[in-house]
């Protein structure tokens, strides 16, 4: 989130609502456990009845299909509807990339949900003593290990991972 534009995350943010049906519908047909209601799904245009076509069919994205366009350098192949939806979380989240706290909150809430999840870390939570690195002689004021820090995992070390 740090390093990602305003235009950039809303971009993405974008793709992702132009994607939502199609790959809701896929998922959806790799939880079907009967292989012949999977099959449907592959072979729609072969189906006799034309409800069962429509139900079968492969769901089109939102904004855009890119069938029957021909695409050119700098001009979108969305429709009104796409346009429109990125002009305004455009607006929105630019309102809030405005506000510090807001911008806290978000960065703070995708490091709770990163972490929470194992999500493309490159990062893991140091175990130490929070009172310091020195020995602590008083059985009393002995913790169990605290996360003290955060440290960089690089390529090759354990729990690192590449997200590919």
């Known amino acids: 989130m740090d390093i990602m534009t305003l235009n950039q ?8 609502a132009n994607q939502e049906d199609p790959w809701a519908q896929e998922g959806k047909i790799e939880r079907i456990p ?5 099959d449907k799904y ?3 245009a072969n189906l006799q009845s034309a409800a069962d076509r429509s139900k079968y069919a ?3 994205t939102r904004f855009s299909n890119g069938k029957g366009v021909k695409r050119e350098f700098g001009v ?6 796409g346009k429109k939806f990125c002009s305004t979380i455009n607006e929105v989240w630019r309102e809030a990339f405005r506000d510090k706290k807001v911008q806290s909150w978000i ?27 020195g020995h602590i002689d008083d059985e ?13 995992l690089l390529e ?6 590449d997200c590919r």
């Open 156 to 161: 090759g070390d354990e729990g690192f991972d």
């Open 107 to 133: 960065s703070v809430a995708w490091e709770m949900w990163v972490i929470d999840n194992d999500f493309c870390r490159h990062w893991k939570n140091k175990k130490g003593n929070k009172r310091g690195g």
């Open 42 to 44: 592959k072979n729609y």
């Open 58 to 60: 492969p769901k089109s």
């Open 140 to 152: 009393d004021e002995k913790d169990e290990e605290d996360e003290v820090g955060i440290e960089l």
């Open 76 to 81: 979108s192949i969305w429709n009104e509807e």
């Open 9 to 16: 995350f809303t971009t993405k943010v974008s793709i992702l």
């Open 34 to 38: 009967d292989k012949d209601e999977r």
